[in-house]
């Protein structure tokens, strides 16, 4: 491309710009719906092409348009005519304006400006994907959070007005520090409230079993749907066994583990959903109780490539006022049940979009200048 294509485009109109930002943003939350369904899945991002999950109807790029398709076709399949989650209209429109707000907070007309507000806007829409996914399926992939890494550090040698330096070493070392601060700090976090409170010993009197059904555990006087014991693959509840009671066996002193890939009774494993009654004779059980997951250690370290140990930091500590106002607020509408459901990803995201639009401010008041 000549300096005079370069000039054309970089002296385009600002409203040009703004446009292009939205409408490419939207695209990118088109190609996060296909993330947000396929990735916890395991299934591939290039194949097939976008189709129905009810019909498996291929969907043809004049139906595939982002935002105008959903309301043209009412949120509805064209051949099936089962409704289409509004979730697909919103993920494109708030990737739309994420984009479009980059755009506005940190892009000019110069190549500079066009590539900062272009990395941040993939920057929210990765915490976009992670926040859906992790809502979803309380996991959040390593496709986001390492790759994540991977591309801050990268992007930061490249683009070091990233972290509003001009030295590509300067950059990487900010990116590097925030890697190291953001799953250094909350790795501690994680490891401290393990310590204290990652698990909750619950004692049984004489008499009294504890059974395991395919939905729930059953204690004297309670039942407690796994949903909300089980929030991670590698939740498991432990028990030492006097006496193990299965459809078809009986065991005697042994111990037993549940997670929700795998049931281990002594030293056979079995697939939890072939095991749908077991009756256990303890004196007490240990149930899974933990806020964070290492998932949330890895998404810390993706978000501190990009804002650095600063934003890092301020990522945590912001997300944790976040969660306890959550908290609060469902306490008054009577919801309390539902903050022990929800996952603490999105408020990491939360936190982090706060420091990305107001980091001079944020900084100005957490370091004012000396007298």
Not at 135 to 159: C, K, N, R, Y
Request: hydrophobic content about 50%; aromatic content about 12%; charged content about 15%.
């Amino acid at each position: 491309m000549s300096d005079g294509d370069l000039t054309f485009w970089t002296n385009a109109p600002f409203v040009f710009w703004s446009f292009v930002f939205f409408v490419f943003g939207a695209v990118v939350g088109s190609f996060l719906n296909v993330c947000i369904y396929r990735m916890p899945r395991d299934l591939s991002l290039a194949k097939p092409g976008s189709q129905c999950p009810n019909c498996n109807f291929a969907i043809p790029w004049r139906l595939n348009i982002p935002i105008v398709s959903w309301l043209w076709l009412r949120g509805k399949c064209r051949k099936c005519a089962v409704a289409i989650s509004p979730r697909y209209l919103g993920v494109e429109l708030l990737t739309g304006l994420a984009f479009l707000a980059s755009w506005l907070a940190f892009g000019d007309q110069t190549t500079t400006g066009l590539l900062l507000a272009t990395t941040w806007g993939f920057v929210l829409a990765g915490l976009i994907a992670a926040t859906f996914i992790d809502f979803e399926h309380f996991i959040i992939p390593d496709q986001i959070t390492l790759g994540g890494v991977a591309a801050g550090f990268l992007v930061s040698a490249a683009l070091p007005a990233l972290h509003g330096v001009a030295k590509p070493t300067d950059s990487l070392m900010a990116s590097g520090l925030g890697i190291l601060v953001g799953a250094g700090s909350v790795f501690a976090v994680l490891q401290l409230g393990k310590l204290l409170f990652g698990k909750v010993r619950m004692p049984l009197g004489k008499g009294e079993p504890a059974t395991f059904t395919e939905s729930a555990l059953h204690l004297p006087g309670e039942v407690v749907p796994y949903e909300e014991i089980f929030f991670r693959k590698s939740d498991t509840i432990r028990l030492h066994a006097k006496r193990v009671e299965l459809i078809d066996r009986c065991y005697t002193d042994l111990d037993i583990a549940l997670s929700p890939k795998q049931l281990t009774i002594g030293d056979e494993s079995f697939d939890p959903e072939t095991v749908p009654f077991l009756k256990a004779e303890t004196d007490e059980l240990v149930i899974p109780r933990e806020a964070m997951g290492f998932g949330d250690v890895k998404f810390m370290a993706a978000i501190g490539a990009f804002v650095g140990w600063q934003g890092a930091l301020f990522s945590l500590m912001a997300s944790a006022v976040i969660g306890a106002l959550v908290g609060v607020v469902l306490i008054a509408i009577g919801r309390r049940d539902w903050s022990a459901r929800l996952p603490y990803g999105p408020y990491i995201s939360l936190a982090a979009v706060i420091w990305i639009f107001f980091r001079e401010p944020i900084l100005a008041a957490w370091l004012p200048p000396g007298p």
